[in-house]
């Protein structure tokens, strides 16, 4: 893995919509990637932070949801239940808020940053930024839940997302449009 200086990726950036390949040797780079993607999150006033968002394509995630820092390789859903709906808004996607429906409950299999096998049982908020950032290991973004409606509204933000300046920092209403920042 190369060495990066960590960004947030915006809407537009391939990078967002390629798979992330899973983590086959967990090296002391892995663990500094993890590090620095923790503070990308903090510093962006994010609760869950995917590798992809970072600009890496492999397994990673990051997720502070207020019990506690999460930093997971390979992380996968093995079992899920009920359901719930939220506003979701993406630090990638800025200034849109979604509606997405995701299951309440879930368990998540991953390794921590030093390889040890995890098994995490989440409900409600917590469960629902893992499912938001795991997708993002899937190249899905919360534009991808929009309704047919919802499609043509945010057309034009989109759009905008394309014409603007690689890595040029957002305007503070954007950054902070929705409660949920993933
Ligand atoms: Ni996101």
């Known amino acids: 893995m190369e060495k990066t200086e960590l960004k947030i990726r915006i ?25 620095q993607m923790a503070q990308l999150m903090y510093e962006s006033d994010g609760i869950g932070l995917a590798a992809p968002q970072a600009g890496i394509n492999e397994a990673m995630i990051v997720i502070d949801a207020g019990s506690g820092l ?10 899920v239940g009920g ?15 979604i509606k997405v429906r995701r299951a309440n409950k879930i368990t998540v299999k991953a390794l921590d940053e030093f390889g040890k096998p995890l098994n995490i049982q989440a409900e409600g908020l917590l469960a629902c930024v893992f499912q938001h950032e795991i997708d993002h290991l899937k190249g899905k973004l919360i534009v991808d839940y929009a309704s047919f409606l919802e499609k043509i509204r945010i057309k034009k933000t989109l759009e905008g997302f394309k014409k603007r300046v690689k ?4 305007s ?9 920042q993933l």
């Open 167 to 170: 890595h040029e920092k957002l």
């Open 172 to 180: 503070e209403s954007e950054a902070k449009s929705c409660k949920l």
């Open 83 to 97: 359901s719930q709906v939220n506003q979701e808004g993406c630090l990638s996607v800025p200034g849109l808020c």
């Open 11 to 35: 809407f537009g950036d391939p990078v967002l919509r390629k798979k992330s390949t899973e983590i086959k040797a967990i090296t002391l780079r892995y663990r500094e990637v993890l590090s």
């Open 70 to 79: 999460y930093k997971l390789i390979n992380p996968k859903i093995v079992k």
